[in-house]
T-cell receptor, first 114, second 109 residues
Framework: ETGVTQTPRHLVMGMTNKKSLKCEQH?????MYWYKQSAKKPLELMFVYNFKEQTENNSVPSRFSPECPNSSHLFLHLHTLQPEDSALYLC?????????????FGEGSRLTVL | GQNIDQPTEMTATEGAIVQINCTYQ??????LFWYQQHAGEAPTFLSYNVLDGLEEKGRFSSFLSRSKGYSYLLLKELQMKDSASYLCAVLDSNYQLIWGAGTKLIIKP
């Protein structure tokens, strides 16, 4: 069982829907991340939170809205998505405020936008 | 720009040895990482190299040459469960992880 849990594992939504992805880490880590993983492409960093404060936003479209209520929980709110947003969304956590490169990932939420 | 190159797919035979290469051009260097990702599962940390040379961990070894911008992951005595994608990533001077697109390794009996 991974220390990072993501729900839902699979999500299908229309372009006008609003949905949210949830991530919870049980490792006592200080930093949490959202990544987008598309087939045959490198992982794309979307957002980083350190101690609940957003420290990174990699020019992500506003239709993706993150929320970090505490160091253990991270959400990604989705609205008016496009078909090209279909991908695997991975949550990760790490110890410390400086990225050491050792990340603990969840199993991901597979998103399909119709 | 920053770039990580690794083969898209490789095939090997159970019991054999396979070497997965990774070359990188990044803004600074604070370490190179290999992650393993089975289909439908989370990527998991395999190895970390920051100094030149070979790091061995059981059946898996990782090599780094900073002067050549090159690393490889060596898997020995391949098992069917080693079928997975292997992701190479470099921590740059800003402590940002730069990722390769991953190498899908197929193990045949």
């Amino acid at each position: 069982e991974t220390g990072v849990t993501q729900t839902p594992r699979h999500l299908v939504m229309g372009m006008t829907n609003k949905k949210s992805l949830k991530c919870e880490q049980h490792l006592g880590h200080n930093a949490m991340y959202w990544y987008k993983q598309s087939a045959k492409k490198p992982l794309e960093l979307m957002f980083v939170y350190n101690f609940k404060e957003q420290t990174e936003n990699n020019s992500v479209p506003s239709r993706f809205s993150p929320e970090c209520p505490n160091s253990s929980h991270l959400f990604l709110h989705l609205h008016t998505l496009q078909p090209e947003d279909s991908a695997l969304y991975l949550c990760a956590s790490s110890q410390g405020t400086e990225n050491t490169g050792e990340l603990f990932f969840g199993e991901g939420s597979r998103l399909t936008v119709l | 720009g920053q770039n990580i190159d690794q083969p898209t797919e490789m095939t090997a035979t159970e019991g054999a040895i396979v070497q997965i290469n990774c070359t990188y051009q990044t803004s600074g260097f604070n370490g190179l990482f290999w992650y393993q990702q089975h289909a439908g599962e989370a990527p998991t940390f395999l190895s970390y190299n920051v100094l030149d040379g070979l790091e061995e961990k059981g059946r898996f070894s990782s090599f780094l040459s900073r002067s050549k911008g090159y690393s490889y992951l060596l898997l020995k005595e391949l098992q069917m469960k080693d079928s997975a994608s292997y992701l190479c990533a470099v921590l740059d001077s800003n402590y940002q992880l730069i990722w390769g697109a991953g190498t899908k390794l197929i193990i045949k009996p």
